[in-house]
């Protein structure tokens, strides 16, 4: 029998959830889902994934590029070596040159005996201040004496001979006048006249002889200076050309003229040019710190010393003062003047090549260039450029052994040198 009842029992979801979809929509739409929490995530996902992506790529990639610039500009700018430079100066007209010197005398004399005999009396000790004249020391010397009174005598003995041949002979010419003689007598008388008068000139040169060594008996001082040495004592044998007691030496004083004093330096071969007479020259001494002895070069020896290199100058130094003594150790400042204009560099900018002394500088290019020069005076941290080099040029400071033309350089501290 057929039941009218309406299908209550039928199952949830059936036939009548079916009737209350639609059709054909089994699925959401988009546009349903977005209504939905789960659509909503969606949405959000689709945004931030491409966003976060483009992060992640900026933050791996913008780091490496930045590595890699700074990369090419380091290999660019060691492509081109950092040098410094340094501008020339005018180097000084006047360079003093330190040279060590031997105080010496301007002149000085060992003072023998011209005459032997006994030291009666001496006048002056060592240190004592003499002039010229002077009276330093008196010898006895009687046998002299004796002998210069027996030549006087002799002298007016060959005055008198030579006296009467004289008259003799003019009485005898007159009366050959008459014919009471004859020529042959004359000219004995005249002969005997002529020989007399040698035997009077014989007489007076040993007068004169001997009056010389008896002016010897008195020591005198050749010159204005100081005693430095006394070598005998009253009452000594002293011999002619030596005294007793002092063989070795034979002198009896020692003077040396001190008021000017004379220093002799050697010059170096590269300074000899400017080592001229008239170059002005000051002496120091330890003795007196601070204080100049002022004094010039008088002459030099005109020759190098060929062991040495060396030209040995004389420099006269006015001592009025008598400050310097005579044997002092000096240092003797020459103030050399140059007459030429040349140029001024530090020693730490040459090269030193197989063609002479280069210098490198940098042209207008930032390039390398190097130019031969050739060197004059020696300031010691410094070294004249004669030739060779502008005022101009920029000079690179301690090159390296391995610059070379044309290679590119930067710059790096440029300055002028002190």
Do not use: C
């Amino acid at each position: 029998m057929k039941d009218d009842r309406p299908d209550n029992d039928a199952p949830a979801g059936s036939s009548h959830a079916a009737h209350r979809r639609p059709a054909g929509h089994g699925h959401d739409t988009p546009a349903q889902g977005g209504n939905t929490p789960r659509g909503r995530g969606r949405s959000k996902a689709v945004f931030v994934l491409p966003v976060l992506a483009a992060a992640l790529l900026a933050a791996g990639i913008l780091p490496r590029l930045s590595a890699s610039a700074q990369l090419t500009a380091q290999v660019n700018a060691q492509a081109k070596m950092a040098v410094e430079v340094v501008t020339p100066r005018a180097a000084p007209a006047t360079q003093e040159l330190l040279l060590p010197g031997s105080v010496m005398p301007y002149a000085e004399a060992s003072i023998f005996a011209r005459t032997s005999g006994y030291l009666a009396h001496w006048n002056s000790d060592i240190g004592a201040h003499v002039k010229a004249g002077d009276t330093l020391a008196i010898i006895q010397t009687p046998e002299l004496d004796a002998q210069l009174r027996q030549a006087r005598a002799d002298e007016a003995t060959a005055q008198a001979n030579a006296n009467y041949a004289n008259v003799t002979a003019q009485r005898w010419q007159d009366m050959l006048k008459t014919q009471s003689i004859s020529q042959q007598e004359v000219d004995t008388k005249v002969s005997d006249m002529l020989a007399k008068r040698a035997m009077l000139a014989a007489a007076q040169a040993n007068v004169v002889r001997l009056a010389q060594l008896v002016s010897y008996e008195k020591v005198l001082a050749p010159f204005d200076g100081v005693v430095t040495a006394r070598n005998v004592d009253i009452g000594a044998l002293v011999n002619a050309g030596g005294a007793a007691g002092t063989p070795a030496t034979g002198e009896l004083f020692h003077v040396a003229k001190t008021s000017t004093l004379r220093v002799y330096v050697n010059v170096p071969q590269d300074d000899a040019p400017y080592a001229q007479s008239g170059t002005p020259v000051y002496l120091t001494v330890q003795q007196f710190p601070g204080k100049h002895f002022v004094g010039s070069v008088v002459r030099n020896a005109g020759a190098m010393d060929p062991s040495s290199r060396t030209l040995r100058v004389e420099v006269d130094v006015d001592n009025h003062e008598g400050l310097l003594l005579p044997g002092a150790y000096a240092q003797v400042h020459l103030l050399l003047k140059s007459n030429t204009a040349a140029l001024d560099v530090p020693v730490s900018t040459l090269l030193f090549r197989p063609n002479g002394v280069d210098i490198a500088v940098v042209d207008s290019h930032d390039k390398v260039a190097l130019k031969t020069v050739h060197i004059g005076r020696d300031f010691g941290t410094h070294l004249e450029i004669i030739s060779g080099l502008a005022a101009t040029d920029r000079v690179i400071n301690n090159p390296g052994d391995s610059i070379s033309a044309g290679q590119p350089v930067q710059i790096e501290q440029p300055n002028s040198h002190n």
